[in-house]
């Protein structure tokens, strides 16, 4: 293998995976962030922030899906025709990873998709050895194996290893790039986008 093969390799993965939760202050109860208003948001907040932005009066409605990622409002606002029928809230890529805005599809669609980069490395028995590893970086333990950090419920767009799926909402982008979602909402809208469905994403 030439080192450009190996550069264009770990480039792809880095890509595939870029944006898994592999920083400890992430997924830590005890981290709290700024929101947009001003106001300190701790995790536990995560769920009251997120039903405050969302909601979802498409049951019944007629008309082809569609999405638009307004990445300045952080929200993604699903319409069945010409009619808006949900919005949620949303965390996009943060500074050094942002979200690519253009017009895209949903061309995958996996409930229970993970990363292959980003992760923890777990024992046989599934204890987990060392978390939030990087697989590029982080040297596997003895009797190690690497297990993904889980993305749920993964859109993907387009060719590109961008997708929308559930995950952590601290009121700002904070993403690898990918668009994360509250759980309730994702589900929503992994149930009413099938794939080809249309999606926007604007600053």
């Known amino acids: ?30 981290t709290s962030y700024l929101g947009t208003d001003g106001s300190v948001i ?24 569609a999405i638009i990622i307004d990445l300045s409002d952080q929200k993604a606002s699903f319409y069945k025709g010409s009619k808006l029928v949900g919005v949620s809230a949303i965390s996009s890529g943060r500074e050094g990873f ?24 777990v024992n046989p028995q599934g204890d987990v050895l060392v978390k939030n590893v990087s697989k590029v970086k982080d040297p596997v333990p003895a009797g190690g ?30 993403s690898h790039g990918c668009i994360r979602m509250p759980e309730r909402m994702v ?10 469905t249309p999606v926007s994403i604007v600053n």
């Not at 701790?42 to 899906?65: F, I, K, M, P």
């Not at 979200?99 to 490395?121: A, E, F, M, R």
């Not at 589900?187 to 080809?196: D, L, Y």
């Open 1 to 30: 293998m030439t080192r450009k093969d190996f550069a264009v390799i770990t480039a792809t993965a880095l890509l595939l995976a870029g944006c898994a939760n592999y920083d400890k202050r992430l997924t830590s109860r005890a």
């Open 42 to 65: 701790s995790r536990s907040a995560e769920s009251t922030l997120a039903d405050r932005n969302s909601y979802w009066d498409g049951d019944g409605v007629q008309g082809q899906a």
């Open 98 to 121: 942002g979200t690519p805005t253009g017009s895209y599809k949903i061309t995958q669609k996996n409930p229970n998709h993970v990363s292959n980069l980003y992760g923890d490395y």
């Open 145 to 174: 194996s690497f297990a993904g950090s889980p993305m749920p419920y993964f859109m993907r767009l387009g060719r590109t290893a961008v997708g929308m799926h559930q995950g952590f909402l601290p009121g700002v982008p904070d």
């Open 187 to 196: 589900k929503i809208f992994f149930e009413n986008a099938p794939p080809g």
